[in-house]
């Protein structure tokens, strides 16, 4: 069956430190993969899409790595601050099949940047 | 530019009754999503929307319905509510195209007692 996992359910970091956050995801077909961040009690936010023929993709102190083969995201913080304490949650979007439309959603990965 | 915008933003039901929740997707989108968050849980896919017609459904009972209306918008009914039932229940609306991102609405808290 279709499966994607975050590989942790929380991480703590100290400020100016990387956060690595991981997404492994298995039997999907070639697809486009998105990083959301989420705060409690409210509506994931957007940050980054990647596409299978992409290998990474920068955002100010966010990075996003998408390897088809090992069917693995990284998702990178540079520099993190208290404000980037979230739980960030990666999403897979099919490109075909009976699953065309469904942008399904890992468990997510509460990240705590300590000062 | 307006966001996504849901209705109401808390809604208390008892067991057994319906709950209706609105959406209006962001100007120009013809795709509405909705999704359940159960409280500590993950989010889960209910139903896509696009230019009217139901194009796919999560593993959710028939009790969980809804509607796109011309305008785009879109409403989701939760009939014969059980108190698993209680969650935020969050919209997205997008354009229709592959991979394209999808814009979050900041959701309907129901609560079943």
Redesign the interface.
């Known amino acids: 069956s279709q499966k994607i996992e975050q590989n942790s359910e929380a991480l703590n970091i100290q400020e100016g430190k990387t956060a690595t956050l991981t997404c492994n995801y298995t039997n999907y077909s070639p697809a486009y993969l998105q990083w959301y961040r989420q705060d409690p009690g409210r509506g994931p936010v957007f940050l980054l899409l990647i596409r299978e023929n992409e290998k990474e993709k920068r955002k100010e102190r966010l990075k996003v790595t998408f390897d088809t083969t090992l069917k693995q995201s990284l998702f990178h913080i540079t520099a993190s601050q208290p404000a980037d304490s979230a739980t960030y949650l990666c999403a897979l979007r099919p490109t075909g099949g009976t699953s065309y439309g469904k942008l399904t959603f890992g468990q997510g990965t509460i990240l705590t940047v300590h000062p | 530019e307006a966001g996504?915008t849901q209705s109401p933003t808390h809604l208390i039901k008892t067991r057994g009754q319906q709950a209706t929740l609105r959406c209006s997707p962001i100007s120009g989108h013809t795709?509405v999503?909705w999704?359940q968050q159960a409280l500590g849980?993950?989010?889960q896919?209910l139903l896509?929307y696009?230019e009217g017609e139901e194009?796919?459904r999560?593993n959710f009972p028939p009790r969980f319905s809804g509607r796109q209306f011309p305008n785009y918008s879109s409403e989701l009914n939760v009939n014969a509510l059980e108190l698993e039932d209680s969650a935020?229940y969050?919209c997205?609306s997008s354009f229709?195209e592959?991979?394209n991102?999808?814009?979050?609405?900041?959701?309907s808290?129901l609560t079943v007692v």
Do not use: H, K, P, Q
């Open positions: 996504v795709s999503y999704y849980l993950g989010l896919f896509w696009d194009r796919n999560g935020l969050l997205a229709l592959r991979g991102t999808i814009y979050f609405g900041e959701g808290w």
